[in-house]
């Protein structure tokens, strides 16, 4: 036994070394890489100085990451809310998702804000008033660990639902490296021409394949410092990298207020108008004609009813709580469930401005000067995801450029990370330690997360080279994969009937329809079949339920006095009472749904402020920071003062 943990210690420490030299190494190349960029000295030192300080703070927490599974993937539940909410902020700010929001607001301007409804982002206001407080209270460490709080350990369907929720969480992690990969590769194409490396690379690369790449290079980077350090790594090198991001943004704000002085933008009629008809009613045919095939294809020219679409399943996506990948592994990782809802309140608030500082910032400068401008795709047609690279590199002076190019850098592997971190927790903890060795020592369950780190990111670039661009593979994660798993989700929390049974079937059948609709019809117009898979899924979320015997009572009341969630638990209620007179259920529906109003209210408010304030817009930003001042005051009242655990 000696020996073998001898051999098996070794083995940590001999990799860890491998890993830490090998890190090095990449620096070295990578500066070398930096220099055929089109950047200036001081820009270049920026990044590098970034790079090592990750470096150096993935090797600093690498002895904290390893006194336990919960430190390593979790921080030990120990950080505080403010911390994660920025490192949750930090992993959404990616690059992928800001190079389409870019490409968004220089076509659609200010209706764009709209748009990522199609998350829904708004899930964050139902997580900060009720969702993230339910799901903390179950202390669990993954989301296939909560199912045993809600459904129990033993009974029909509770394998079954234990895997698919595994397999969902695998996936959909799966598909965000691909993302970011894919989003990463393309930004850096931009900076990195090819034919200025292309003789220092010891093989042929098809022009096809430039920028997976690219996304190879940096992915490796992010791997490096995520899988030694563990969360405590992640959540400090997110905060680091949102101070970065946050001097860029306001930098990119300001340097195109002043250029938009006394100029105006050549845009068509409606563009700075958020509100809309049934109708977008947005022609650019005389301005830039690729700009109406762009809203052709996306299938927006019908706004009023994508918009209803939008929320009629935004509201039924963000009523199934959290989905199981990163922004969930922050919930659980807060010290509190009182912290987890301050935790996803904070996100919108350090966020959104600052993100769409930069977005509208950049759209006003690639407007301005269009014509400067190269958004060809390379084969005749326009990628208009090409105007995030391409503004930062033709209209950003030396230094703020190095700012913002490391921000976007840390963003995409922040993201990255924190996907890394989600599907490590779901393999070590769901499968590893829950079905081959659960009797692992610590070393063990360390050195397995550092193989499944490389297994996970090694699988995600091979996804990335299927994806044929940032929008299509958002369009899959988001109405394919994400809308079969809503019905059963959302159930989970709201109905005491609903069993591990139904919840196995109905997710099943949910993804499965989902899938097969990915593949027979655009991207686009899954928004439109929602209702349709929706149906299918609650059908297997019934009949499933229905074939299978209910849940435990004793499980069903532990997980009731415990989560204290409303909706219809009438049965439970009453057995709860029986047993403790003094049990007081849930009485804040009607509270709850209040500030859910008041919350997306302010959310918007946030979101195109910084838009009006570039845009010199002065009545709209008065008339949203006097609706901002009313919601803050509301929500004062109605939430932060009623916070509990």
Sequence with gaps: ?????????????????????????????FTIFLLYMKLQFIDIAIIVSYLLLMVMLGLYFRKKAKQNKQSYLMGGKSLPWYMLGLSDASDMFDISGTMWMVSLCFVYGLKSIWIPWLWPVFNQVFNMMFLAKWLRRSNADTGAGWLATRFGVTGKGIRGSHTIVVVFALVGCLGFLAYGFIGLGKFIEIFVPWHSVEAYVPFTIAPRHVPHFYGIVFSLFAMFYSILGGMHSIVLGDVIKYIIMTVGCLAIGSI?????????LQVPDGWDDPFFGWK???????????????????????????????LFKGVFASLAGPAPNYDMQKILSTRSPKDASRMTGFVSIVLLPIRYSMIIGL????LLYAKQL??????????????????IQGFLPAGIMGLVLTGLLGAFMGTFSGTLNAAQAYIVNDIYLKHIRPDASNKSVIRMNYIVGILVVITGIILGFFAKDVNSILQWIVSALYGGYIAANMLKWYWWRFNANGFFYGMLVGVVAALVFSKLIPGAAMLYYFPLLFALSLAGCFIGTYTAPPTDPAVLKKFYRTVRPWGFWKPIHQQVVAEEPAFVGNTRLGLDWFNVCVGIIAQTCLTILPMYVVLWMKTPLLITLSLLAVAVIILKKTWWEKLED
Aim: a negative charge; glycine letters at 12%.
């Design 1 to 29: 036994m000696v020996a073998a943990a001898g051999s098996q210690g070794r083995f940590v420490y001999e990799g860890e070394t491998s890993v830490i030299r090998a890190g090095f190494r990449y620096i070295y190349f």
């Design 256 to 264: 195109a207020m002043n250029q938009l002085r006394g100029h105006s």
């Design 280 to 310: 977008l009613n947005l022609d650019w045919s005389a301005i830039i004609a690729a700009a109406n095939k762009k809203i052709a294809e996306d299938g927006y020219s019908l706004f009023g009813i994508f918009f209803m679409m939008m």
């Design 363 to 366: 759209t006003v400068l690639a």
């Design 374 to 391: 190269n958004l060809s795709d390379g084969s005749g047609g326009t990628d208009f995801e090409r105007v995030l690279p391409g503004a």
